[in-house]
């Protein structure tokens, strides 16, 4: 699959882009209070109804966006499908100033719209604060810390962690259970790997948060259907 | 030099003791002898050695008994209290000489990135499952067993089989425990273990030396012994060898009574003596001891090297890859884990203690900074800082003085040398500069400056006469006033006259903005406040050549713009009864308030910018 991206966006550069995505794929990164401007285009998305969607959090991009069952999109959290669809699992929690997409890739070169980088996050997945996941897939429960960035077409396993300010490179590969702290070091999470009841708590941790979260973030859904 | 252009460092006058000679300066351009008496008082802030003394205001202190500038060379640092950073608890200095400079607590660092490792009960959580109770709901009991875990890298001491009964009381527990899960036998079991060996040993006379060819099949060989171990072992293994070796010579000559002395003792001096020549010490004859042997066994404290240990450390290596072997920062981090090749081997690392210093100044003994010895506190008792006593010097660029005399002197000036933006990292060669030296004074009284430089800076690189630059000082001598509270002069009524004086030196400013621009005047101050003072300085920079990547000296700061300054301070102060007087005028008595006159000099080093290098 990551080969299959990387090619295509190599053959993209000779592509005739399309007009929208051209327009779309203007806005800048940092997010401030002209980030909702006209200019943005509005995605199709699929919601589910239990889905926490903040009113400040942006949504963006020409692709399908679809968000499953309790999960948390914090204010000024985007979520970007220039590049292709992005499928949001089910408790995850976005947070604020984190990009999910993104319009330009973490090599600074602009992506093309055409519809085949796409986004999987899965289950439990905790996408932190100023995060920016590019990744082609990230697995059950893990944790992309403060800061830390994944690639274009990257894959990380389930229950994995990017240590704050970590990066994975575009089309890298993590293995389950892996923790990635900032001097690239890797290391198995044998506490985890080996205890099917930390993973339960884990993931019913996050079930918690995100009541927690219900609470305290007012849902709008209305303005994404 | 580390700090943003323009910085000024501070000298402190202990570097005057050692000289600066033109022979191993290297910059020196002046032919030996000669000249070199009038080199010799100027400061080379060019010289290597120039490094070495100076440092920002900000760095250093003022001993008021010595009324001088102290360095980090010219104090004495003092451990007041030791205590863990982690958890905040103080330790006596008795505690730390026993049981060494670390937490022995439960504070612990992971061993793979440093982080605070906390205390995790493996059975909170379930507990907690099973009750279903709501998520908000805190305050139950942690139990069952307990392990160490890294909230940043989730290393857990699991990982190497250690896990705890207590949550308490870490050190302790693991101190019993090795990596596995494996518990250590307790000192007094070891020792009781180590004299049944030894006596099985004795029983088996000769056997001795055969010793590490038939280990004993007890448990405790089934492991390589630790490194704790081993220095036991041969403790115990040296101890008893002296005890053996004096007892057998006091058997039939006359040292006798000497023979409990141990190693220390006359008599085996003499025996030590005696082993290494034969004509040195005192001819004893045949009751000449058996010298002392070697360690030989694992017992004994020799680690043996088997044949097939390094083979099965690269055959690990080879299956778990990189990221299982150990880092040298990881092994450095404690002494445990200096020899750990594999991530399984390393060790939680006990946090180590931080401490609270006191300075004294190296001279007369005073105490120049003294913290609160509570832990918690940040607080000082005592803090003499260079700051509070030493006028600090501020330049920057002077071009554009067009918003002089508008609004308060400060804002204007500070709003004009914002303005201003003459880039002091290419600074153009041989073009006339002019530089604002704003002069402020932190004491109470007002102060007489004199500045002095050198006509020419020191040449920055050897042999390069063109790269001196020529510094004039427009105005060498000049008063600052008192600081002190900002409405006292509001409210005293001898200051008004000077107000009124400033009010109309403010007009003419503005007066002289009106017709044009303010010169700069040889011998005038250029502006005025309360407690500060600036002058101009004009700056002819030289011209520097780019470097020759074969220079010897052509480091990166070899075209940085440094003004070597010598600042004079005199002023009158009040002195207390005690404060300035000698032992015997105290005696004396009757020492009431008194006027003082003091005076301070020292060297500064002003640096500009860098000079934009010529092809």
Redesign the interface.
């Known amino acids: 699959m990551s080969d299959q991206v990387s090619s295509n966006r190599d053959s993209a550069t000779f592509k005739v882009v399309p007009a929208a995505a051209t327009v779309a794929a203007a806005p800048s990164k940092r997010v401030s209070s002209t980030a909702s401007k006209p200019a943005l285009s509005k995605p199709p998305t699929t919601i589910h109804p239990s889905a926490i969607v903040a009113e400040k959090a942006v949504l963006t991009g020409l692709y399908h966006i679809s968000i499953g069952a309790n999960s948390v999109i914090h204010p000024f959290a985007r979520i970007v499908s220039e590049a292709g669809p992005i499928t949001i699992g089910e408790n995850v929690i976005v947070n604020e100033r984190a990009v999910v997409g993104g319009a330009r890739s973490s090599d600074g070169m602009e992506r093309t719209g055409d519809g085949n980088v796409e986004v999987h996050i899965g289950n439990s997945v905790t996408v932190e604060s100023s995060a920016v996941v590019e990744a082609n897939m990230i697995g059950e429960g893990s944790i992309i810390d403060i800061e830390a960035r994944v690639g274009t077409g990257a894959r990380i396993g389930k229950y994995c962690?990017l240590?704050?300010k970590a990066s994975v490179g575009a089309n890298e590969t993590m293995e389950d259970f892996t923790?990635l702290?900032d001097p690239g070091?890797?290391?198995t999470?044998?506490?985890?790997k080996?205890n099917p009841?930390?993973r339960?708590?884990r993931s019913?941790?996050q079930?918690?948060?995100v009541?927690?979260l219900r609470r305290l973030i007012p849902s709008n859904l209305a303005k994404w259907s | 030099m580390a700090l943003p252009f323009p910085y000024t460092y501070f000298a402190c006058p202990c570097t005057e003791t050692t000289s600066f000679s033109s022979t191993t300066d290297p910059y020196s351009t002046e032919p030996a002898g000669g000249a070199a008496e009038d080199e010799e008082s100027t400061f080379h802030s060019q010289s290597p050695r120039a490094n070495y003394a100076l440092y920002p205001l900000e760095h250093l202190l003022y001993c008021e008994d010595c009324h001088q500038i102290r360095c980090p060379r010219c104090w004495v640092e003092e451990i007041m209290t030791w205590y863990c950073p982690s958890c905040l608890f103080e330790y006596a200095n008795s505690m730390v000489k026993s049981d060494g400079n670390r937490c022995t607590r439960s504070c612990f660092n992971c061993p793979l990135c440093m982080s605070n490792l906390s205390i995790v009960g493996q059975n909170e959580e379930t507990d907690k499952a099973q009750e279903g109770s709501h998520p908000l709901d805190k305050g139950q009991q942690a139990t069952g067993p307990y392990f160490l875990h890294c909230p940043y890298c989730s290393w857990s001491s699991v990982e190497i089989g250690i896990q705890f009964d207590k949550g308490k009381e870490i050190y302790d527990q693991l101190q019993r425990i090795k990596n596995g899960g494996r518990v250590v036998m307790s000192q007094k079991d070891k020792e009781r273990e180590q004299l049944k060996l030894r006596r099985q040993v004795s029983r088996g006379s000769i056997s001795q030396f055969e010793e590490p060819e038939t280990p004993k099949a007890t448990e405790k060989e089934s492991y390589p012994p630790d490194d704790r171990d081993l220095f036991a072992n041969l403790n115990a293994f040296y101890k008893s060898q002296i005890l053996e070796s004096t007892g057998g010579s006091a058997l039939g000559g006359a040292f006798g009574a000497l023979s409990d002395y141990g190693i220390s003792s006359p008599g085996t001096l003499s025996r030590i003596m005696s082993m290494y020549g034969s004509n040195l010490g005192p001819k004893r004859g045949k009751d000449k001891p058996a010298p002392m042997r070697e360690a030989q066994s694992e017992m004994e404290g020799v680690r043996l090297t088997k044949d097939n240990d390094e083979e099965k450390i690269v055959e690990s290596m080879q299956q778990m890859g990189w990221d299982a072997t150990t880092s040298q920062e990881q092994r450095r981090e404690h002494p445990d884990n200096m020899d750990a090749t594999l991530v399984s081997d390393l060790r939680p690392v006990p946090t180590l203690l931080r401490t609270k210093r006191s300075k004294r100044c190296r001279t007369c003994r005073h105490i120049l900074v003294r913290p609160e010895p509570k832990v918690a506190s940040t607080r000082y008792k005592i803090r003499l800082l260079a700051l509070n006593y030493i006028p600090s010097l501020r330049l920057r660029p002077l071009t554009a003085p067009a918003a002089l005399g508008t609004g308060t002197p400060t804002s204007s000036v500070t709003a004009s040398s914002i303005a201003s933006s003459v880039s002091l990292d290419a600074i153009p060669p041989a073009r006339s500069l002019s530089l604002l030296l704003t002069v402020h004074n932190p004491l109470f009284d007002p102060i007489k400056v004199t500045l002095a430089t050198p006509s020419l800076t020191p040449p920055l690189r050897p042999n390069a006469p063109a790269s001196r630059s020529r510094v004039t000082i427009l105005c060498p001598q000049f008063e600052v006033g008192a600081s002190g509270d900002v409405w006292d002069e509001a409210l005293d009524v001898g200051a008004k006259e000077s107000r009124e004086k400033s009010i109309k030196d403010a007009a003419a400013a503005l007066e002289s903005n009106a017709s044009g621009q303010k010169q700069a005047e040889a011998g005038k101050v250029w502006e005025r406040g309360r407690n500060w003072t600036s002058v101009v300085l004009e700056v002819l920079p030289g011209v520097v050549n780019s470097p020759v990547p074969t220079a010897r000296f052509a480091g990166e700061d070899a075209n940085v713009l440094e003004i070597p300054l010598y600042v004079r301070i005199e002023y009158e102060t009040e002195t207390g009864p005690g404060e300035g007087a000698s032992a015997v005028e105290r005696a004396a008595g009757g020492i009431k308030e008194r006027k003082e006159q003091r005076e301070l000099e020292y060297w500064c080093v002003l640096g500009v910018g860098r000079i934009a290098q010529t092809a």
């Open positions: 962690k240590s704050p923790t702290s070091r890797r290391h999470d044998h506490l985890l080996c009841t930390v339960a708590l019913k941790r079930k918690d948060q009541e927690l």
